[in-house]
């Protein structure tokens, strides 16, 4: 994240965050849904799913003026630094961090990186599959960026936040969001259980994010959400049962 040190660049961060905020209630109607936490002046680390640039300017949207002016999504460099309109966009209007993926040397670590951030105070938005989910999977494996940062700031709140639709506002290649409605449901916050090793936190914190998804696919509404579960076994009971009548009707008429 660049230093700014003058009254025209933190202007310019401001007009760009009310600017992009309203915008995306225009477009999308974003209403955050908080369950299981709730706005908070707390220092966090929002972690979300990711399939569109948009994520984080709607995921920002949903905060407080004081909270989004304070908190920065982490960015790839690799994209976002290729040019230096692309590196203007994302550090001087959108106050971004960026990060190096593939990195050799230390002054260009991702972890030290975000913690220099953390430790001035900010909030981090975060998406922990490392990049765009192009796939049908609902969400992608989680990096280790995650469970390092936690552990190095165990006193920062882990949110996760769970961005409904983006990735039909605004496709990958699309520069024009297409109206649509949508959700942001922030859950509530985990930590690192004492002694949990980091793929099983990973892997925790990944389930905890899927569970907040409104829509999921039928096999994740079964395996997450218990009254889907019952009813899925009770239809399935219905089914066997049913099954068997036809196939005892069958043998009585031989």
């Known amino acids: 994240m660049s230093k700014l040190g003058t009254k025209t660049f933190t202007l310019l961060q401001t007009v760009t965050s009310v600017g992009l905020s309203a915008l995306a209630w225009a477009v999308t109607g974003v209403r955050p849904i908080w369950n299981g936490s709730q706005p908070s002046d707390r220092q966090r680390i929002y972690f979300a799913n990711h399939a569109s640039h948009g994520d984080f300017i709607l995921l920002s949207a949903c905060l407080s003026e004081k909270e989004r002016a304070r908190t920065h999504a ?7 630094g290729k040019s230096r309109l692309r590196r203007f966009i994302a550090q001087d209007m959108l106050s971004s961090v960026l990060i190096h993926r593939q990195w050799t040397d230390e002054a260009e670590n991702p972890i030290s990186i975000m913690l220099s ?10 998406f922990p599959e490392g990049t765009r989910n192009m796939t049908d999977e609902p969400l992608l494996p989680f990096r280790s960026g995650l469970y390092n940062l936690s552990m190095a700031r165990p ?25 649509l409605l949508c959700r942001v449901v922030f859950g509530a916050p985990i930590a690192i259980a004492p002694d949990e090793e980091r793929r099983a936190f990973l892997d925790r914190a990944r389930q905890t994010l899927l569970a907040l998804n409104p829509r999921p696919p039928t096999h994740d509404a079964e395996k997450w959400n218990p009254v889907f579960r019952k009813t899925s076994c009770d239809q399935k009971g219905l089914e066997h049962r049913a099954g068997s009548d036809i196939r005892h009707d069958a043998r009585g008429d031989d």
């Open 74 to 80: 982490v960015a790839a460099a690799d994209y976002w």
């Open 155 to 179: 006193d920062v709140e882990l949110i996760p936040c769970w961005i409904e639709n983006m990735s039909r506002v605004l496709p990958k290649g699309q520069f024009v969001p297409v109206p």
């Open 117 to 126: 951030v953390l430790d001035e105070g900010h909030s981090l938005i975060i």
